[in-house]
């Protein structure tokens, strides 16, 4: 049986550099890699308002200008599949303050984001959204 879910990370910015966050030992796919703050969409709940949820548990920031920017599906290892929303928003503090899910962050520019290892899956797919641009 397939099992199917729906998330949606956000590209935050604050003058001109954005926020990468690295997934920590207690993330749930992914650990080691960079990704954005964001994560799953509950039930009922507006992507929109999943978006400001997740960055403001993640990070401890306030978000404003959400908006979304591109959406795609993802396969899973074990049959599980998503559909991946990117949203991106303005912040008017860098003072970040980490979930248990990451161990770092970075405020970077797009030049730099494009060059980060290891990726997420979601750091990959935006980076390919940008050359298709």
């Not at 599906?73 to 599980?80: E, F, H, I, L, T």
Request: hydrophobic share 35%.
């Amino acid at each position: 049986m397939n099992k199917f879910s729906a998330g949606i990370h956000v590209l935050v910015n604050c003058k001109n550099k954005y926020l990468l966050l690295k997934r920590g030992k207690k993330a749930r796919d992914e650990q080691g890699c960079w990704d954005f703050p964001g994560g799953g969409i509950e039930f009922g709940e507006q992507p929109l308002k999943t978006a400001t949820r997740e960055t403001k548990e993640e990070t401890g920031l306030k978000i404003t200008n959400l908006k979304l920017i591109n959406v795609w599906a993802a396969k899973w290892p074990g049959n599980y599949w998503s559909v991946e929303l990117l949203a991106s928003a303005k912040t008017h503090s860098q003072k970040v303050r980490l979930s248990p899910e990451h161990s770092e962050f970075k405020w970077l520019t797009i030049s730099e984001l494009k060059k980060i290892n290891p990726r997420s899956a979601h750091l990959l797919n935006f980076i390919k959204y940008l050359k298709s641009k």
